[in-house]
């Protein structure tokens, strides 16, 4: 018989023990009626940047929408291209085709699965407005790297806040509050962070309407404001994150103590790498996952097809074989449970299942 179910990932156990706190300061929301743009947004905003080190954040309704919009404060729009890579959630290339411009996908390291700069570079045109570099399962892209090209970089950090290594380099940062990021909101929500001033006054304005007040209307903007009940709650996860992300970087030292890299192929350890996600590689991907699945035990495949194959993005003209890295990333990515609070017992439950599919495999 299969042991008990371990999850991909436990958010409720994270929140569990802070539930009088969250009710109580959403019962101060409600009984306030500040909705939208409240003292909680404002506060939020204050906090999160003076954690990121920048002068000012903006709080937007979603991840998705903060692309977008740095995007447009920064100007990129029609016949303009941006480099960012295909190996990511699908909302880093329909922000960039949202502003009218035209994604330009290059390739990842292999080990690292983030940009590779030297593909990076060999991609720019006279055309090439920004780069969005992805930081990847909570791991930071090469900025230091990429920014040396020249191009304005906007950072898409949705699955990084936390990292000590985002939030230096690009023109604006880009982050989501979605319920299963590291530090997460009880919905949707989302942020930005720039250390220009005049680029961060344009994203304010962008954010509501493009409108300082309610009856002039500078630019054509969206409706995209991050409300009080999500940014009362991100207030007191905020408060938390640091001793989140050391036990997931001591979940995963544990993973690779406990012999996980003699089984399959481990993300690389960096100072800078929070871990939103444990995602491993190997060839035998689909017998893994098989075997994960009949223990109950929780795990994911990302991006595949990856974005230059996806068929909202034909028209682009990428076919199978035109990023060889990334479509083998795709095929062999196989990410396993890690949480904050994940134990010694469920770790090690997970290893002897990846073990047990290995020998089955070697006997084959």
């Known amino acids: 018989m299969p042991g008990p179910p371990i999850p991909l990932a436990d958010t409720k156990a994270q929140y569990e023990s802070l539930l009088p706190e969250l009710r109580r300061v959403i019962?101060?929301?409600?009984?306030?009626?500040?909705f939208v743009l409240g003292p909680n947004v404002e506060a939020f905003e204050r906090e999160a940047a003076a954690y990121l080190g920048v002068p000012e954040t903006i709080?937007?309704?979603?991840g998705t929408d903060a692309i977008v919009i740095a995007l447009d404060a920064l100007g990129v729009g029609s016949g303009d291209e941006v480099v960012c890579?295909?190996?990511?959630?699908?909302?880093?290339?329909?922000?960039?085709?949202?502003?009218?411009?035209?994604?330009?996908?290059?390739?990842?390291?292999?080990?690292?699965?983030?940009?590779?700069?030297?593909?990076?570079?060999?991609r720019i045109t006279r055309n090439t407005k920004a780069i969005v570099p992805v930081h990847l399962f909570g791991r930071p892209a090469p900025l230091g790297d990429i920014a040396e090209l020249g191009v304005p970089i906007v950072e898409d950090a949705a699955q990084a806040f936390g990292s000590p290594d985002i939030a230096r380099l690009g023109v604006a940062s880009t982050f989501s509050f979605y319920p299963s990021k590291n530090l997460f909101g009880l919905g949707d929500g989302g942020l930005i962070a720039s250390r220009d001033p005049e680029l961060a006054e344009r994203i304010r304005l962008l954010r509501f309407h493009?409108?300082?007040?309610?009856?002039?209307?500078?630019?054509v903007g969206y409706n995209s404001r991050l409300d009080e009940i999500q940014a009362a709650a991100l207030r007191i996860f905020l408060l938390r994150l640091d001793g989140w992300t050391r036990l997931r970087r001591?979940?995963?030292?544990?993973?690779r103590e406990l012999g996980l890299a003699d089984l399959v192929e481990t993300p690389p350890d960096e100072h800078g790498h929070v871990y939103h996600l444990f995602v491993c590689r190997s060839p035998e991907r689909d017998r893994l996952s098989a075997a994960l699945t009949e223990e109950r035990i929780g795990h994911a495949t990302y991006y595949e097809p990856p974005l230059h194959l996806q068929p909202a993005l034909r028209h682009l003209g990428y076919e199978r074989g035109s990023l060889p890295v990334t479509e083998q990333a795709a095929a062999e990515n196989i990410s396993l449970p890690l949480w904050p609070g994940i134990t010694a017992e469920q770790q090690e439950r997970v290893v002897e299942v990846v073990r047990l599919a290995a020998r089955v495999q070697a006997t084959r």
């Open 85 to 122: 890579p295909a190996f990511t959630f699908f909302a880093t290339a329909e922000a960039i085709a949202r502003v009218g411009a035209t994604p330009v996908f290059a390739e990842i390291d292999p080990q690292t699965l983030v940009l590779d700069p030297e593909d990076v570079a060999a």
């Open 210 to 219: 493009g409108s300082k007040a309610k009856r002039i209307f500078e630019r």
């Open 250 to 255: 001591e979940a995963a030292e544990r993973y």
């Open 27 to 34: 019962d101060e929301v409600l009984i306030s009626s500040r």
């Open 59 to 62: 709080g937007v309704a979603n």
